[in-house]
């Protein structure tokens, strides 16, 4: 059937993976990077400029859209996608995260989550069927189940306990999750960095059965030789024939890392939220242009690269538009970011499809950190 | 010769004119509408959704790109239209409006102004020659001379006065500017409210001999009544071969009172502004966007307008932009008010072009102010 939700592993290099996935609002090449959407907005972007630098799916967030304008609303409004004006996949996650950052303000016990908006104090409980309800009236094509995402470092005791829990979760986000053709449901592997509670949280989200499989809990403070040695361990335990989704993660560097580790899903703020602060990504490493160096430079972000920002502005643009706030700035330098991100994923695509994983890593690697060219 | 600055009327409807000026970096039609760039950015707007929605001139501030990044930056990097990424004609004025708003920061004597940047409190002075000289080194295709443009109410004398001053700046401005092919200078009619001293003014910046014709120091807090009242017996004064800019204004029925009066360019930051605070100008007048009513309003903005937000958007999604303070927000709302604006003008060109501008404007008046349809 056409519109079945559904994953193809097209090709692999070594553990690096080329996936097709289809879905009910279009299919997915992977590895993919998701943009992130968190309020149904990509941050200072028009999404026709997130569609036409080449995305594929997008993520919302949950507990953001649940305080505001709220599930009711949207579903109303006819779902996330059409709400915000996007015909492609979107995944929401659970709201489970953002709750769990919440500190003081949320309280977590076996049935759930209680919860204080950071809006405006009023409380909300969030527990694994509410928060599938709440993903369901959203239309996401995409679920997550809630989990419970502990700080890194944690004991093991603390590991294990949040493990088990995050997968009595799983069961219950299984069981209220509304099937739909071409719309699909994730479990989130929990364990931090332990090798066999990873392996256990595997076997049991394989048990309940889901469209696809998360790694939850990384990218929280390990550091990337930490995360790298904590992916290599658990992959190695996920469905080959399934969708692999490391949630959160990351830098260009941790995306390359984690593909070579046979990860097939990304999702990051990092590309828009370093727009908005002047950092851009390029072929040649980051580059600050609030720095003062760039107040005469004529060349664009990257010379490699082919965005709207880079064919049509110079980096003494751009230095301008962050000194005197304008608001272009922060949209020119997050377009470039997305860019940038999207190619990436391209770029790593077609390395995978040659069987020349390796050699981009190299390449890309090298270029990375050999630094931004200082002007002559 | 192709490039030489060059107005021509085409055919008037009573004193409503329809224009064309040929200029260095292309031709525009009047009536016409200028967005506003003040520091080199219309703000929160791609520069290609500016000029996609029809744009054909835009505006640029001395007095901010004096001080940042400065004249000589920008002449470095090719003028503020290379600067930015706009190929069509650009307009600067003189940086004097500015300065006068800067009450205490300012201090006005016959050979310029002294004034204190707002950014960090350094000390400028302002001549005409340097003001030209600015406008020279900015390569803007149309370059303003620098007057005195007082408040309202003024006294007689004092209106006589800053005329008159004004009228030695035109001189010293004229001396200063740079002849270039299809490049223009512009002098500014002042006179306050007075039929005598707006004539005396017309009459002897016509005697100097400028490119164009602004009419300066309305809008300034007189009314429409009394800023039309005032534009019926200054236009007649002014060369009837030569463009008429009426410098910062307005509102749609402004613009709609002054093209009627004899008025071929305007000026205005109102549509940008206005979108940044959540007002849209609509056929059926403006709507705020923040407003409770459009929590769940799957309409557009305005049903008959085809812009990308009218075409993309709901009220329903642009209130939810505004309430979670997202840029897009925005973004959205300039967009379409730029649109808005630059298709009122269209359609003001249209009803020339066919003898029918009363018929346009009693038409658009009367829709304009019957308000915004309540949501059933």
């Known amino acids: 059937m056409n519109n079945k939700f559904n994953f193809k592993l097209i090709s692999q290099d ?6 097709n996935l289809t879905t009910a609002h279009g299919e997915i090449e992977t590895p993919i990077f998701m943009p992130v959407g968190t309020a149904a907005s990509v941050k200072a972007m028009h999404l026709k400029d997130v569609e036409a630098s080449g995305a594929q799916i997008i993520l919302a967030n949950t507990y953001h859209l649940m305080l ?43 049935d759930g989550v209680t919860f204080k908006s950071h809006l405006d104090g ?44 995050s997968l009595e979760w799983a069961l219950k986000s299984r069981e209220a999750f509304k099937e739909r053709d071409g719309y699909g449901q994730f479990g989130i592997v929990q364990g931090s960095i332990h090798a066999d509670l990873r392996k256990v949280s595997s076997q049991k989200l394989i048990d ?22 904590t992916l290599d361990f658990t992959t190695n335990n996920m469905p080959v024939d399934k969708p ?10 941790d995306l390359i890392g984690a593909v070579k580790r046979g990860v097939d899903m990304f999702d990051c ?14 072929s040649m490493g980051t580059v600050n242009i609030k720095n003062a160096r760039h107040i005469l430079d004529k060349r664009p972000l990257d010379n490699n690269c ?21 608001i272009l700035g922060l949209m020119l330098l997050s377009w470039h970011n997305i860019y940038f991100y999207i190619k990436l994923m391209e770029n790593i695509r077609n390395s995978i499809k040659f069987k020349e994983f390796d050699k981009f890593e190299n390449t890309f690697l090298e270029q990375y950190h050999s630094g931004d060219i200082e002007l002559i």
Chains 1, 2 share one sequence.
């Not at 995409?142 to 005791?157: K, R, T």
């Not at 939850?216 to 550091?223: C, D, F, H, N, W």
């Not at 082919?306 to 304008?326: D, G, I, M, P």
Request: hydrophobic share 35%; aromatic share 10%; glycine share 12%.
């Open 306 to 326: 082919n965005c709207h920002t880079c064919k049509n502005f110079s980096r003494a643009y751009l230095h301008h538009l962050f000194k005197a706030q304008e």
């Open 68 to 110: 505001r304008p709220g599930q009711k609303n949207i579903k109303e409004l006819g779902g996330v996608r059409k709400f915000m004006g996007w015909n492609k996949p979107l995944l929401t996650d659970s709201g489970g995260f953002q709750i769990m950052s919440l500190g003081k303000l949320r309280k977590i016990e076996n």
């Open 14 to 19: 070594k553990n690096a993976r080329l996936g």
């Open 122 to 165: 009023s409380k909300y409980f969030l527990s694994p069927k509410i928060s599938t309800d709440i993903q369901n009236a959203l239309d996401a094509t995409i679920s997550m189940q809630l989990d419970e995402c502990i700080p890194f470092p944690a004991s093991y005791e603390e590991s294990e306990r949040a493990m088990k829990l």
């Open 244 to 253: 692999r989704y490391l949630m959160g993660v990351g830098k260009p560097d």
């Open 269 to 282: 703020v990092l590309p828009t939220r370093s727009g908005r602060t002047g950092q851009a990504f390029t």
């Open 208 to 229: 309940i059965g889901f469209d696809g499989y998360a790694i939850g809990g990384l990218a929280v403070g390990e550091g990337q030789e930490l995360m790298f040695k």
